[in-house]
């Protein structure tokens, strides 16, 4: 072995002699390898790493006009705009001086302009009218003024709790298509603890609301305990117990001893008495009932059911995903059945509401007047949220109040409305239509900083990865 030191430029040479095998035994010399004197992979040039967050952070108005323009109200608000386009085209297309000016169109445009002018603005302007202000009655003095605002809260009370029982099985992920069976059982229960006890004034009528709600809670759990423990499709479910529910409402007020009016062959029941009617917020002229303060009251608790307490958590977390939900040791059967007992008790608000509220002369089986599926579409406007619900109650609430002084100062098919809140659904529905339509960013689109980025990124680990 050599004594001598060796250095940086020295041979590596082993200390013992190896075979051509490897072991120690070996007489043969292996090759003499050489440090090398230059290194032969290079390193690639820094690059800083970025990612969306640092994108956004170098465009922050431009990541907040994306994350504005592609959330739910902007949504909401363009497919309501895009909605009464629609219509404001639907009501030139049927008014009559639109189409006599049309025939000459090409020789006086301006007449056919004028005329669509006249008709859509006269529609809208007389759905402001009914539905917000009635500037035409100002001189009559503030209370006819804001009546039509008060018409608007009516109309969109029981909208609102009921949009409150679409949205809540929404967030649990079911589809409760039954509001109007469970606001028909609710209806008969109340009206019949209405005009069948004698009850003090308050007492009267806060009972009958209460068994309302637990009526539509009960037909309500019915369908979500088919869901949770037989596997049943919620949707089939609750459109049938819809029928099952209007059959047997409608033969209970044909029967006589049942809900039909003593004395009448009419398929009507008996008017409520004073002490089980919800008394009116301003009096008259109005006819804005306490039942608005009950569905804000709806709202408020709906709002902290979902946000804050525990068992909305599981709510959501059902409804973002059920097997995770499961587990994760939560019993979805429990949630899926507890949802819809929720969903059925604000839809029995909503009919205990018109019996006590909105129909105190009577009720038959139309009851529902609809609203167990404009609830529907209410809830899809507000978000499945509980204030958003109750803005979109309001609107729809609008409609309603406007729908009929537009149909009688102007002539317009009250049709017309039908048809805006269809078209709403339909943009609801299909996001990207609408953001097609006015130019929006498409939500998870990169902008062109962040694309330009990652191009960078992806060229520096390839290059990195062929060289080493």
């Known amino acids: 072995m050599n004594d001598q030191p060796l250095d940086a430029d020295d041979p590596i040479q082993p200390d013992v002699p190896q075979r051509a095998s490897g072991t120690p ?87 056919m302009l004028a005329a669509v002018w006249d008709a859509v603005g006269g529609a809208y302007w007389a759905l402001f009218q009914g539905s917000i202000l009635n500037v035409a009655r100002a001189d009559a003095g503030f209370a006819q003024l804001i009546k039509p605002l008060t018409d608007t809260l009516n109309f969109a009370t029981p909208l609102i709790a009921a ?177 819809m007992l929720f969903a059925g008790g604000f839809m029995g608000l909503a009919g205990a509401q018109q019996v006590t509220g909105a129909v105190t002369t009577g009720f038959t089986a139309g009851i529902d007047a609809g609203i167990g599926f404009d609830a529907i579409t209410v809830a899809l406007l507000g978000g499945s949220t509980p204030w958003g619900t109750f803005f979109a109650g309001l609107l729809f609430g609008a409609f309603k109040a406007g729908g009929f002084r537009m149909q009688a100062a102007e002539g317009v098919p009250i049709d017309i409305i039908l048809v805006v809140q269809s078209f709403i659904v339909l943009f609801i529905a299909a996001p990207p239509l609408v953001r097609a339509m006015f130019g929006l960013p498409q939500p998870g689109k990169k902008s062109r900083q962040q694309r330009r980025d990652e191009v960078s990124l992806a060229a520096a680990a390839t290059k990195k990865g062929e060289s080493a």
């Not at 298509?177 to 308050?202: C, D, E, K, N, T």
């Not at 637990?214 to 088919?226: E, F, K, P, R, T």
Request: glycine share 10%; proline share 6%.
């Open 25 to 111: 035994d070996s007489v043969s010399s292996p090759a003499i390898v050489h440090a090398p004197e230059v290194a032969e992979v290079a390193a690639p040039a820094a690059v800083v790493p970025t990612d969306d967050r640092t994108a956004e952070v170098e465009d922050p108005w431009g990541s907040a006009f994306r994350r504005i323009m592609g959330g739910n109200l902007v949504m909401a608000i363009l497919a309501i705009i895009t909605s009464l386009i629609v219509g404001g085209i639907l009501i030139a297309a049927t008014d009559e001086r639109v189409q006599e000016t049309a025939g000459y169109f090409f020789a006086r445009p301006a007449d």
């Open 163 to 339: 949009g409150l029982g679409v949205a809540i099985a929404f967030r649990v992920g079911l589809f409760n298509i039954g509001g109007r069976g469970q606001m028909l059982w609710a209806a008969a229960a109340a009206g019949w603890v209405g005009f069948s006890f004698s009850l003090p004034p308050v007492l009267h009528v806060l009972v009958a609301i209460a068994v309302g709600i637990v009526a539509g809670a009960i037909w309500g759990g019915i369908a979500g305990a088919l869901k949770a423990y037989t596997g049943a499709h919620e949707v089939i479910v609750t459109i049938m117990l819809n029928f099952v529910a209007l059959w047997f409402i409608t033969w209970m007020l044909r029967t006589p001893g049942l809900l039909q009016n003593p004395g009448s062959n009419n398929p009507i029941s008996p008017a409520m008495p004073e002490t089980a009617i919800l008394p009116s917020i301003f009096g008259p002229p109005f006819v804005l009932h306490w039942g608005f303060v009950l569905s804000v009251a709806a709202v408020i608790f709906c709002s902290w059911l979902i946000n804050r307490s525990s068992l909305g958590f599981q709510f959501r977390a059902v409804g973002y995903n059920a097997n995770a939900a499961l587990n994760a040791g939560m019993n979805v059967k429990r949630i899926t059945l507890l949802a």
